[in-house]
């Protein structure tokens, strides 16, 4: 049970980072800027409705997709552990990653706002666009896919359910939190974040290396 316990925790701990609660929490109180506290609220939980309905998605077909793409899950660590590790250093560096498509993509959605009016805008996207890609997008996909194929379905369950409730509270009080921390403080947390990510990666990138090495060795 304690084990259990322990399990559910680290795996928790590990998705509420991957979350990214800095920047989520600071694009979120962007986004809603000028809004009722209810829809503030109502927004917040659109985004955790929208991040939870894709985790648990590739959660519940986690093996499915590991089975039909024939992909081992070792293969698929050292992977996804390279892309945390790219993602981490993005964050931890402040990184600009994506080129020319992605400053056209921003351009383009630029454009776009400016043709609707803010409040607009705001009430119709504010929970979609922190939902994903900023709090669940292919890291986090892949960390849950990861911690799924380890942990199994119950503890990664409770996990992302727990991490989820975790992100809901700093949405929620997300203007309280930064009036309380400051910008500084949490230029200083998104910056650590990044370093955890990195840190997270460089474990699954070596656990699947090793376990790639040990199928390797019993072929032969």
């Known amino acids: ?4 316990l322990t399990d559910i925790v680290s795996a928790a701990i590990t998705l509420f980072i991957i979350l990214n609660p800095p920047l989520s929490t600071s694009m979120f109180i962007d986004l809603t800027r000028g809004l009722s506290r209810k829809e503030v ?3 917040a939980g659109i985004a955790t409705a929208v991040a939870g309905g894709l985790m648990f998605s590739f959660l519940i077909f986690n093996d499915s ?15 996804g552990g390279i892309f ?4 981490g250093l993005q ?7 994506g080129g020319k498509a992605a400053h056209e993509t921003r351009a383009e959605q630029a ?6 009016t803010p409040g607009t805008v705001r009430k119709s996207m504010a929970g979609v666009i922190i939902g994903t890609p900023i709090m669940c997008g292919p890291g986090t996909i892949t960390t849950v896919m990861i911690l799924g194929s380890q942990n199994g379905f119950l503890i990664t369950a ?5 991490a989820l409730i975790l992100i809901w509270m700093f949405l929620a009080f997300s203007s309280r939190i930064t009036a309380l921390l400051g910008e500084t403080v949490i230029a200083i947390l998104l910056r650590i974040v990044g370093l955890l990510l990195t840190t997270i990666a460089v474990q699954t990138i070596w656990s699947g290396v090793f376990g790639l090495m040990g199928l390797t060795m019993a072929t032969f």
Do not use: C, P, Y
Not at 1 to 4: E, R, T
Not at 158 to 162: E, P, R
């Open 158 to 162: 409770l996990a992302v359910g727990l």
């Open 91 to 97: 964050i931890m560096l402040d990184l600009e990653i």
């Open 84 to 87: 945390l590790l790219i993602l």
């Open 65 to 79: 997709i590991f089975s039909f793409l024939k992909i081992e899950l070792d293969s698929f660590k050292v992977a």
């Open 111 to 116: 454009r776009h706002g400016e043709e609707l």
């Open 41 to 43: 609220l109502r927004q």
């Open 1 to 4: 049970m304690l084990k259990m």
